[in-house]
């Protein structure tokens, strides 16, 4: 059977890898549009590269009049999970010799200022009361929060009532760096990657199976596949309308830039901070505002980033122009776009505001939430990756969704966040929604308890013994040290 995958990021590695583990058999094939794997959203500075296990993003924990909710707060973190066991496991087979080459232990912080104390101890109670958070340690103490996280603290008065929580075995992950190291492991399983291959179209040969048009380093080419998987970032879109199938026709994409500041920083400075740190978004703004304070490992050196900056730039991938948007927009398509603009006009003239922000105003931004920070390091904008979100049925929506075609020869995987974090939970999904036979049989599934112990979500969000099992399993693979035992 003849499997093309279109995207060589973080997504279509993993695709590959699975693809190829449970069965060696798969003539298994990447065409990306770039000249190496994980350069588009993947790449180090073009995503938020939390490791995201919710635990310090307060928009996954949602307060509705004192009432919090934290079940997408669970899941999140149970899929993180999920994505370290498998990550666990490259590094235990030798396919990924050094995890600190892609993973590096990083405190995660909550902080916020008094107006919003109240609603952070009833996140920090609920949440502390699970076994995904039972190590989270909360403080109204200057000085403590200040030894967790110096940067925000050291330019703050002293009477200003803050509050904040910690956990000290969360991650920084570069997730460029990582699938360059899968992209190199699924050539070693045989996986055939090509670069600089640009798709035109895709369709239905008469004999069923799929025509991939591209255009590769300047000449037509065209590639078969029996089964095709298109795992390409924002550019699914596109590729999904010219695959006439009939519920493209629900889909189109919302997109939506961003920005960071950007500080290069010692090896001491990181040591001195080495946290990513999340405070509250202001009234009224979207939660893709929420700013945060990360520091972020890439290629041996260390940087602090700001942000986000969103910015609304009708493209759909980073490198891509405005025509390529347009080339993909299809009538039936506006009135979606009408009406996400209508309902969330707020969103929209937030995103355009935040296009025009200059360098000032971001620095003013940093100031606000880390006083004195804009001076102590020497900042500078850098331009994300680019999101696309899901408008469906003419609803705009956040998330991953996984989609297969009924005769299951077509997937893709359309959304923005968490993304890249639970890619390997993710990628399982569709895998076995796209080739359910492939994972049926018994070498196959002792295959998949070797790649994931445990990737059942109920069960770890329901068995604390199981949970902690395989957690602390997966973090002294990946270096992370726990001295968690529960």
Same mark, same amino acid.
């Given at each position: 059977?003849?499997?093309?995958?279109?995207?060589?990021? !973080?997504?279509? &590695?993993?695709?590959? !890898?699975?693809?190829?583990?449970? #069965?060696? =058999?798969?003539?298994?094939?990447?065409?990306?549009?770039?000249?190496?794997?994980?350069?588009?959203?993947?790449?180090?500075? *073009?995503? #938020?590269?939390?490791?995201?296990? @919710?635990?310090?993003?307060?928009?996954?924990?949602?307060?509705? =009049?004192?009432?919090?909710?934290?079940?997408? #707060?669970?899941? %999140?973190?149970?899929?993180?999970?999920?994505?370290?066991?498998?990550?666990?496991?490259?590094?235990?087979?030798?396919?990924?010799?050094?995890? $600190?080459?892609?993973?590096?232990? $990083?405190?995660?912080?909550?902080?916020?200022?008094?107006?919003? %104390?109240?609603?952070?101890?009833?996140? +920090?109670?609920?949440?502390? /009361?699970?076994? +995904?958070? =039972?190590?989270?340690?909360?403080?109204?103490?200057?000085?403590?929060?200040?030894?967790?996280?110096?940067?925000?603290?050291?330019?703050?008065?002293?009477?200003?009532?803050? &509050? &904040?929580?910690?956990?000290?075995?969360?991650?920084?992950?570069?997730?460029?760096?990582?699938?360059?190291?899968? /992209?190199?492991?699924?050539?070693?399983?045989?996986?055939? !990657?090509?670069?600089?291959?640009?798709?035109?179209?895709?369709?239905?040969?008469?004999?069923?199976?799929?025509?991939?048009?591209?255009?590769?380093?300047? &000449?037509?080419?065209?590639?078969?596949?029996?089964?095709?998987?298109?795992?390409?970032?924002?550019?699914?879109?596109?590729?999904?309308?010219?695959?006439?199938?009939?519920?493209?026709?629900?889909?189109?994409?919302?997109?939506?830039?961003?920005?960071?500041?950007?500080?290069?920083?010692?090896?001491?400075? @990181?040591d001195q901070y080495r946290a990513k740190t999340y405070g509250k978004a202001e009234v009224g703004a979207p939660p893709m505002s929420v700013p945060h304070l990360d520091l972020r490992v890439a290629d041996g050196q260390h940087y602090l980033l700001f942000g986000p900056f969103a910015s609304f730039k009708?493209?759909?991938?980073?490198?891509?122009?405005?025509?390529?948007?347009?080339?993909?927009?299809?009538?039936?398509? %506006?009135?979606?776009?009408?009406?996400?603009?209508?309902?969330?006009?707020?969103?929209?003239?937030?995103?355009?505001? =935040?296009?025009?922000?200059?360098?000032?105003?971001?620095?003013?931004?940093?100031?606000?939430?880390?006083?004195?920070?804009?001076?102590?390091?020497?900042?500078?904008?850098?331009?994300?990756?680019?999101?696309?979100?899901?408008?469906?049925?003419?609803?705009?929506?956040?998330?991953?969704? !996984?989609?297969?075609?009924?005769?299951?020869?077509?997937?893709?995987?359309?959304?923005?966040?968490?993304?890249?974090?639970?890619?390997?939970?993710?990628?399982?999904?569709?895998?076995?929604?796209?080739?359910?036979?492939?994972?049926?049989?018994?070498?196959?599934?002792?295959?998949?308890? @070797?790649?994931?112990?445990?990737? *059942?979500?109920?069960?770890?969000?329901?068995?604390?013994?199981?949970?902690?099992?395989?957690?602390? #399993?997966?973090?002294?693979?990946?270096? %992370?040290?726990?001295?968690?035992?529960?």
């Open positions: 059977m003849k499997v093309t995958i279109i995207g060589a990021g !973080i997504m279509g &590695a993993t695709f590959a !890898i699975l693809a190829k583990e449970l #069965a060696p =058999e798969l003539d298994v094939t990447i065409l990306e549009r770039l000249d190496r794997a994980g350069a588009g959203n993947s790449w180090a500075f *073009n995503n #938020a590269g939390t490791g995201h296990e @919710a635990n310090c993003e307060l928009n996954y924990t949602p307060v509705d =009049e004192e009432v919090i909710s934290v079940e997408k #707060a669970l899941k %999140i973190h149970a899929q993180f999970n999920v994505a370290k066991q498998f990550w666990a496991y490259l590094v235990n087979k030798g396919a990924i010799k050094e995890p $600190t080459s892609f993973i590096n232990q $990083t405190k995660h912080c909550t902080i916020v200022s008094e107006p919003s %104390i109240e609603e952070l101890k009833l996140r +920090f109670k609920e949440m502390s /009361a699970h076994h +995904f958070f =039972e190590h989270m340690r909360y403080s109204e103490d200057f000085d403590e929060i200040k030894s967790w996280i110096p940067f925000t603290m050291e330019g703050r008065a002293r009477h200003e009532k803050m &509050a &904040a929580t910690v956990i000290e075995t969360g991650t920084d992950v570069n997730f460029g760096a990582l699938t360059e190291l899968m /992209a190199d492991y699924a050539n070693q399983l045989g996986v055939k !990657i090509e670069y600089g291959v640009h798709v035109k179209r895709v369709h239905r040969s008469p004999a069923g199976s799929w025509l991939v048009e591209t255009q590769t380093r300047g &000449a037509p080419v065209q590639h078969r596949a029996d089964v095709l998987f298109v795992g390409a970032g924002g550019g699914a879109f596109p590729i999904l309308k010219k695959s006439h199938l009939p519920f493209a026709r629900r889909f189109t994409g919302f997109p939506v830039g961003g920005r960071f500041l950007q500080a290069r920083i010692t090896p001491e400075q @990181a009708p493209v759909l991938e980073k490198g891509r122009g405005f025509v390529d948007y347009v080339r993909a927009m299809r009538l039936h398509d %506006i009135p979606g776009l009408l009406n996400v603009a209508l309902e969330h006009f707020p969103l929209v003239k937030y995103l355009i505001s =935040e296009t025009f922000k200059g360098d000032r105003s971001m620095l003013a931004a940093l100031d606000k939430f880390a006083p004195g920070l804009s001076k102590k390091f020497d900042w500078k904008p850098v331009e994300a990756g680019q999101r696309v979100q899901i408008i469906k049925d003419g609803d705009l929506q956040m998330g991953t969704e !996984i989609i297969v075609s009924s005769d299951k020869t077509y997937g893709t995987i359309l959304g923005a966040s968490p993304g890249a974090s639970v890619s390997p939970e993710v990628m399982l999904r569709a895998l076995q929604q796209l080739m359910p036979a492939i994972a049926d049989g018994d070498d196959a599934k002792t295959k998949l308890k @070797a790649m994931f112990p445990e990737d *059942n979500l109920d069960t770890l969000i329901n068995n604390p013994e199981r949970y902690r099992e395989v957690r602390d #399993a997966a973090n002294n693979s990946l270096g %992370i040290i726990s001295k968690l035992s529960g």
